[in-house]
């Protein structure tokens, strides 16, 4: 299996550029879910998706954040425009759905803002 | 707010020894739970899980305990090897109507093995 699959790995930006973060999910996979990890915060769920419907978007941050999933196998989540703050490890994963809960995660994107 | 919460952040032991990591929850709505390992640089990994209606799972090398009395889960690794340095995280998933399989996750805690 492919698992998780995110581009890129790594991204370097200059503050006030737009950094889209792009996500495959495991095959036959409802769920989706964006993840920050920082230092100070810890691992924080951004927002996630069931069936392509958003769920749950209270952990976005605030309006430069949006997250998309236009069909079941692809998810974007884009910060415009970007600042210093924003340097993290974003993680997606995808679950089965349903009552199966366990997440399986990415590899994630190493996003710095300068 | 609720939260889930660790003991310790580091915990080191000698190779070999078993190695126990706790973590505590406070949302007694709670029906499932789930321990992740973290390796640097690599996204978090499935340890094992465990559903509410039970109080114990053992996987290869891994036994999680959970005691709902006191809001406890702890994860047990038996004769720990020096691949099994990582970060370990705890999480729940709060079992109430139209949020299922949102996770909650822990701060985390740095499993060193001393060979």
């Known amino acids: 299996d492919a698992g998780v699959i995110q581009s890129p790995r790594h991204e370097v930006t200059e503050m006030g550029q737009e950094v889209t973060l792009r996500c495959k999910p495991i095959?036959?996979?409802?769920?989706l879910f964006w993840y920050r990890q920082t230092m100070m915060r810890g691992l924080e769920l951004l927002i996630y998706f069931n069936n392509n419907v958003p769920i749950d978007d209270s952990g976005m941050p605030e309006d430069r954040f949006s997250a998309k999933m236009p069909n079941a196998s692809f998810s974007t989540l884009k910060i415009q425009p970007s600042e210093p703050r924003d340097s993290a490890v974003y993680f997606c994963a995808s679950s089965l759905g349903g009552d199966s809960y366990e997440q399986y995660f990415g590899p994630g994107t190493r996003l710095t803002v300068t | 707010g609720e939260s889930v919460g660790l003991h310790l952040p580091t915990l080191s032991v000698q190779e070999g020894d078993n190695s126990i990591i706790n973590c505590a929850y406070s949302n007694s709505a709670s029906d499932y739970f789930i321990w992740y390992k973290q390796e640097s640089g690599k996204g978090p990994q499935f340890i094992i899980d465990i559903r509410s209606n039970m109080d114990k799972r053992q996987g290869q090398r891994v036994t999680v305990l959970l005691n709902k009395t006191v809001k406890h889960l702890s994860l047990q690794i038996a004769a720990t090897q020096p691949g099994d340095s990582a970060v370990y995280f705890c999480a729940e998933n709060i079992g109430h109507s139209g949020n299922t399989g949102k996770l909650i996750f822990g701060q985390g805690t740095t499993l060193q093995v001393k060979p």
């Open positions: 095959s036959g996979h409802n769920s």
